[in-house]
């Protein structure tokens, strides 16, 4: 089965600092999803990345998929306290043809300082 | 408004005892997914489904069952063979298996008492 690796596993900011957070793949990602979670709470979808190369952006938040589709980075500029939370990301299984089993890494929790 | 509604929100469970967690979805979603969240392991995949009638073992299924007798509808049952089941309980839904679109619902947190 694909395992995810997230790193790191925690990071803790000051306010206004840009920071990077990686999801590796064992094997080629075909969907790759980022979500974000508040504490005992649901999972609030970011982005999705498919293609090698992909970049996506919202608002201060940009998500890569490098050309190999093994490796994701997603990376929030100027952060802020509303940043703070876990952020898990996710991938397809089997290239979309097995029953859409999304595979999550361990999660990373950011804290950011005001 | 369209959604995944998860409940309760906190339950307990006495040892050997089974208990229902309920999820239910109006976004006229086909596949369904129940999803365990335990501290520093992400998220391990229990059951899904993909159509009414028919649900296939995810990674961690042992202790557990589920039925899928309605489209909307895809409860869990944590059995008393589960043997650690105090974790945080997340169900999913996407239009249909491998279209993306994960919607997730805002989870139960289990505790054995």
């Known amino acids: 089965s694909q395992e995810l690796e997230q790193s790191p596993q925690s990071l803790i900011v000051q306010e206004g600092k840009n920071l990077t957070i990686n999801c590796t793949s064992s094997?080629?990602?075909?969907?790759l999803y980022w979500y974000k979670q508040k504490y005992g709470e649901g999972l609030i979808f970011l982005m999705m990345?498919?293609?090698?190369?992909e970049e996506k952006s919202h608002e201060k938040i940009t998500a890569k998929l490098d050309e190999k589709k093994q490796q994701s980075s997603l990376h929030i500029t100027a952060s802020q306290p509303s940043h703070a939370g876990i952020y898990l990301c996710?991938?397809?299984?089997?290239?979309?043809?097995?029953?859409?089993?999304?595979?999550f890494g361990q999660g990373t929790i950011l804290t950011v300082h005001p | 408004d369209g959604g995944i509604t998860q409940s309760p929100k906190y339950l307990f469970r006495k040892e050997g005892q089974n208990v229902t967690l309920s999820c239910e979805q109006n976004?006229?979603?086909?596949?369904m997914y129940w999803y365990r969240q335990d501290p520093g392991q992400g998220l391990r995949l229990i059951y899904y489904?993909?159509?009414?009638?028919?649900?296939q073992k995810g990674d961690i299924a042992e202790g557990y069952s589920v039925s899928r007798e309605k489209k909307e509808s895809f409860p869990l049952t944590v059995t008393s063979a589960q043997k650690n089941p105090t974790a945080f309980y997340l169900c999913?839904?996407?239009?249909?298996?491998?279209?993306?679109?994960?919607?997730f619902g805002s989870g139960t947190r289990l505790t054995v008492v």
């Open positions: 999913a839904s996407s239009i249909a298996p491998g279209a993306g679109g994960y919607t």
């Open positions: 489904s993909q159509i009414v009638n028919d649900f």
């Open positions: 976004l006229n979603h086909d596949a």
């Open positions: 996710g991938a397809d299984n089997a290239g979309g043809t097995s029953y859409g089993k999304l595979t």
């Open positions: 990345l498919q293609k090698g190369g």
């Open positions: 094997k080629t990602l075909y969907g």
